[in-house]
């Protein structure tokens, strides 16, 4: 449902600032995404074209066959795509037989050129993902 959706979403670092309206808005936009194991969901050098949530199941998050990450119910992935026009860094393939919430770039970029409001708050969130990253350089 929406609300679940909402609440999921919520959970994601660059949405975690945005009213329940603002989720709403994206939830509207996801679409359901089943995957069976050992399918690829995108592959290293691909082109973006979306991020992921992990509704349920295992989704292995790997380059030049070393694991980057697992990422697992409610965890988000490919979160940069919706940004970025770079080739995917990454190869993901389901562990297991997943559900998963799509958000398309396309869908993702027309609805932040229709509500400026949640434009802004994912660019703060953004800023402060980039000065939390700046922070951690500067104390190595």
Sequence with gaps: ???EKVILLQGVDIF????????????????DYSIHADEVIFREGGIPDSMYLVLEGEIRLHHNNQDVMIAKENDAFGTWSLFDDQPRVV?????????????????????????VQITQEILKALVGRMRGLMTRVKHK
């Design 91 to 115: 190869t993901a393939t389901a562990l297991q037989d997943s559900q998963l919430l799509r958000i398309d770039k396309d869908d993702f970029v027309d609805l932040l050129a229709d509500h």
């Design 1 to 3: 449902t929406t609300i």
């Design 16 to 31: 975690k600032s945005l009213p329940i309206e603002g989720l709403a808005h994206i939830a509207a936009i996801t679409v």
